[in-house]
């Protein structure tokens, strides 16, 4: 079970000061903070390096801290999900995901183009409807354990979810894309 592995790597990080057993950790999770901050940043491939890489900085700092009262993923998450929002906050533009694409090399394919216009999409949401979608449906995480990440109440999270639901499948239906 992956939560027993990754207790017994913490308590070889705390005990121990493993620095073995805290790159396994980074190892199995970096490729999945990684694409959760890449949705959140227009796909910035350097800013969501540097923010996967101060989210664990922060779990070396603090790995003392975590009690195992949930997952160490959702824990993980968690301090993602703090590091995104105070990024947001210094940007000061809570809306990251804009219809300039101009970085983007852009060959238009059958796949492609559904994966801009899904990036679009997900660019018409407010900032708590796209976490709360993406770590549903793309990190298929439940309802609690996004209550736990984010702080939001189950009910929050629940509206941000449905909210979400409606406005990408009237944004994709307006693109041509049937259920």
Not at 76 to 96: E, G, N, P, V, W
Not at 98 to 127: F, H, M, V, W
């Amino acid at each position: 079970m992956e939560s027993n592995e990754d207790i017994l790597l913490v308590s070889k990080i705390v005990l121990f000061g493993s620095h073995k057993a805290f790159r396994l950790l980074v190892d199995k999770y970096q490729s999945k903070i990684r694409r959760f901050f890449l949705l959140h940043t227009d796909y910035n491939s350097e800013l969501s390096d540097d923010l996967a890489q101060d989210t664990f900085i922060r779990c070396w700092e603090k790995i003392a801290t975590f009690r195992g009262l949930s997952s160490f993923s959702t824990w993980l998450y968690t301090i993602a999900y703090h590091i995104l929002s105070d990024h947001f906050r210094k940007q000061k533009d809570y809306s990251l995901l804009q219809d300039d694409y101009s970085g983007d090399i852009y060959e238009p394919t059958n796949n492609q183009e559904c994966k801009y216009d899904i990036r679009k999409a997900l660019g018409e949401l407010s900032n708590d409807e796209r976490i709360c979608i993406t770590l549903f449906y793309l990190d298929d995480m439940t309802i609690l354990r996004i209550t736990k990440i984010t702080g939001m109440p189950s009910g929050t999270v629940k509206s941000h979810l449905s909210r979400g639901r409606i406005k990408l499948r009237a944004f994709l239906k307006e693109y041509g894309y049937e259920k």
